[in-house]
């Protein structure tokens, strides 16, 4: 969403390089493109005169004269006031010291309130709660049959007394005020901790849709009133933000649809008109694609800074901790990793949901967007069905997959034989790599990896080399019983021995003509 804000401040920033001082006219220039650059991504007029303003008058203080690099102080004050801007601290949910908590959802129709009335839920959930999701929009055509559908994909429970409207032909029947009230009941019966009200929206705003929600609200006494918004409706977010603010008073909002390529003007808006902190953001159509919103974060995937603490904890939420420690000894050990493993890896990896929006977390990704947004996500489908196609033994040894094995395997994965070939082609450049790391030689141009052996050790064998396991079963078992053997021989030496052999008990260490007093070190 914001790739053409983040696009202009990159470029912006670029002037600024390689300047030792900043002069009021590189300023004022500066600020000019900025707020140009926010006025172009839909941001409110009063936010945009604001923020020049302050960035000006820090940019023209001591911090940006006496900085080293004042460039980066420069980039380093705009992060400063974005996060300012976008709520300054990450606002987390409160929640009731006398279950449930009560969170109602308010919005205008078509903001993505039923959808994300489950992706709340299933987050709710995932963190140990036990949510209850209350259909109360008792007016949009099958509303409540979407909410029920949603409740079952998140695995949570659903209160709907009322089936509310089937279609756009019949008119609205039930109480919504008294569904919602009920649904507070059930949660207290049923012992939920959390329960979540979905309510009806409008297309626009009118007193009788407001009304409605102030009814709800008066009685069911809500701990969190969230407002949910389309980030992709631009400068309109802003007035009907102060619309529900007055007739609703909410406490929270949520930016649904971040995911659209709309310039994000009501991201950067809302917050600072509202003064309400922006506490989720849906990422996504997924019930997964749903995070807690981090001021200070969003404001470095702005400025292009990446953001590898969201990567890193989405990692620790999907990643298997069995898998990661067996991989860990497995590096430990210097064995050799295998096609098994990198099919395991990548299946790790795919649960943390879509390729593309982990890339673009990283540091710089900006300058190959491009390239990011023709990364076709099936190719990890086609890599996994090419090694499916292997039996085990080659997945264990692919130096065995000759001319014929590579043809079976192209047509059982609906693939060319020059994809299998390219496939084989970089694992066994990936297989290189990770020995060099185990042995501690670490990835080549880079410094070793510490903890993961000596650089300096050779591998045991012929000038130097490890000899490679056999891709036939028989002669592999055949060279692991003589390793055996090797190594039981080699406990059978005596300590401290340089040969294994034991010393005779007769030795006279002067027969050998050693230096005077070196024969000290010679002990029987």
Not at 272 to 277: A, E, F, K, M
Not at 319 to 340: G, N, P, V
């Given at each position: 969403?914001?790739?053409?804000?983040?696009?202009?401040?990159?470029?912006?920033?670029?002037?600024?390089?390689?300047?030792?001082?900043?002069?009021?006219?590189?300023?004022?220039?500066?600020?000019?493109?900025?707020?140009?650059?926010?006025?172009?991504?839909?941001?409110?007029?009063?936010?945009?005169?604001?923020?020049?303003?302050?960035?000006?008058?820090?940019?023209?203080?001591?911090?940006?004269?006496?900085?080293?690099?004042?460039?980066?102080?420069?980039?380093?004050?705009?992060?400063?006031?974005?996060?300012?801007?976008?709520?300054?601290?990450?606002?987390?949910?409160?929640?009731?010291?006398?279950?449930?908590?009560?969170?109602?959802?308010?919005?205008?129709?078509?903001?993505?309130?039923?959808?994300?009335?489950?992706?709340?839920?299933?987050?709710?959930?995932?963190?140990?709660?036990?949510?209850?999701?209350?259909?109360?929009?008792?007016?949009r055509p099958n509303a409540v049959t979407q909410l029920q559908v949603v409740g079952q994909r998140a695995g949570v429970a659903v209160y709907a007394p009322h089936p509310g409207v089937q279609s756009e032909f019949e008119a609205a029947t039930g109480d919504p005020v008294a569904v919602a009230r009920g649904g507070v009941d059930e949660a207290r019966t049923k012992l939920h901790d959390v329960v979540i009200v979905d309510t009806a929206g409008r297309l626009g705003i009118d007193a009788e849709m407001m009304q409605q929600a102030a009814d709800i609200r008066a009685a069911i006494s809500p701990d969190e009133v969230l407002f949910i918004i389309d980030a992709m409706i631009g400068q309109d977010a802003v007035n009907t933000a102060k619309a529900f603010e007055e007739g609703v008073d909410f406490t929270g909002v949520v930016l649904t649809?971040?995911?659209?390529?709309?310039?994000?003007?009501?991201?950067?808006?809302?917050?600072?008109?509202?003064?309400?902190?922006?506490?989720?953001?849906?990422?996504?159509?997924?019930?997964?694609?749903?995070?807690?919103?981090?001021?200070?974060?969003?404001?470095?995937?702005?400025?292009?800074?990446?953001?590898?603490?969201?990567?890193?904890?989405?990692?620790?939420?999907?990643?298997?901790?069995?898998?990661?420690?067996?991989?860990?000894?497995?590096?430990?050990?210097?064995?050799?990793?295998?096609?098994?493993?990198?099919?395991?890896?990548?299946?790790?990896?795919?649960?943390?949901?879509?390729?593309?929006?982990?890339?673009?977390?990283?540091?710089?990704?900006?300058?190959?967007?491009?390239?990011?947004?023709?990364?076709?996500?099936?190719?990890?489908?086609?890599?996994?069905?090419?090694?499916?196609?292997?039996?085990?033994?080659?997945?264990?040894?692919?130096?065995?997959?000759?001319?014929?094995?590579?043809?079976?395997?192209?047509?059982?994965?609906?693939?060319?034989?020059?994809?299998?070939?390219?496939?084989?082609?970089?694992?066994?450049?990936?297989?290189?790599?990770?020995?060099?790391?185990?042995?501690?030689?670490?990835?080549?141009?880079?410094?070793?990896?510490?903890?993961?052996?000596?650089?300096?050790?050779?591998?045991?064998?012929?000038?130097?080399?490890?000899?490679?396991?056999?891709?036939?079963?028989?002669?592999?078992?055949?060279?692991?019983?003589?390793?055996?053997?090797?190594?039981?021989?080699?406990?059978?030496?005596?300590?401290?021995?340089?040969?294994?052999?034991?010393?005779?008990?007769?030795?006279?260490?002067?027969?050998?003509?050693?230096?005077?007093?070196?024969?000290?070190?010679?002990?029987?």
């Open positions: 969403m914001f790739n053409s804000l983040s696009d202009r401040l990159s470029a912006t920033f670029k002037n600024l390089r390689g300047k030792g001082r900043l002069s009021e006219a590189d300023v004022d220039a500066t600020v000019r493109e900025i707020r140009r650059a926010l006025l172009d991504a839909d941001v409110a007029v009063p936010v945009v005169r604001d923020f020049a303003a302050r960035i000006r008058e820090r940019a023209l203080g001591e911090e940006v004269s006496a900085a080293l690099n004042p460039s980066q102080q420069v980039v380093k004050i705009v992060n400063d006031e974005l996060v300012g801007i976008l709520g300054g601290e990450t606002r987390r949910l409160r929640l009731a010291k006398n279950p449930p908590t009560v969170i109602m959802l308010a919005g205008l129709q078509g903001a993505g309130k039923t959808t994300l009335a489950g992706k709340l839920a299933k987050h709710l959930k995932r963190d140990g709660h036990s949510p209850l999701l209350v259909a109360a929009d008792l007016q649809k971040l995911d659209g390529d709309a310039r994000g003007g009501a991201a950067l808006s809302v917050a600072t008109v509202t003064g309400r902190p922006v506490m989720f953001a849906s990422t996504g159509e997924g019930l997964d694609d749903f995070e807690l919103f981090h001021p200070d974060r969003m404001a470095s995937r702005i400025l292009d800074m990446g953001d590898i603490l969201t990567l890193i904890e989405q990692a620790e939420k999907s990643w298997d901790k069995d898998e990661a420690a067996r991989m860990a000894k497995k590096f430990a050990d210097q064995e050799d990793f295998t096609l098994e493993d990198f099919l395991a890896q990548m299946q790790q990896i795919r649960k943390m949901g879509s390729m593309k929006k982990m890339l673009m977390m990283m540091p710089g990704a900006q300058n190959f967007r491009q390239q990011l947004e023709q990364f076709d996500e099936r190719e990890i489908d086609r890599v996994e069905a090419i090694v499916r196609s292997m039996t085990p033994h080659e997945r264990l040894a692919p130096k065995i997959i000759n001319g014929s094995r590579r043809a079976r395997i192209a047509r059982g994965s609906g693939v060319h034989v020059s994809e299998v070939n390219g496939l084989l082609e970089r694992f066994g450049q990936a297989q290189k790599m990770m020995r060099k790391m185990a042995q501690g030689g670490g990835i080549p141009g880079m410094p070793g990896v510490p903890g993961m052996g000596g650089g300096s050790r050779k591998p045991a064998g012929k000038n130097g080399k490890k000899k490679a396991k056999s891709g036939n079963p028989a002669k592999a078992a055949q060279q692991l019983r003589e390793a055996e053997a090797r190594r039981a021989a080699g406990a059978q030496s005596a300590p401290g021995s340089a040969f294994g052999q034991q010393m005779p008990a007769d030795f006279d260490p002067s027969a050998l003509n050693l230096p005077k007093g070196f024969e000290k070190f010679l002990g029987k």
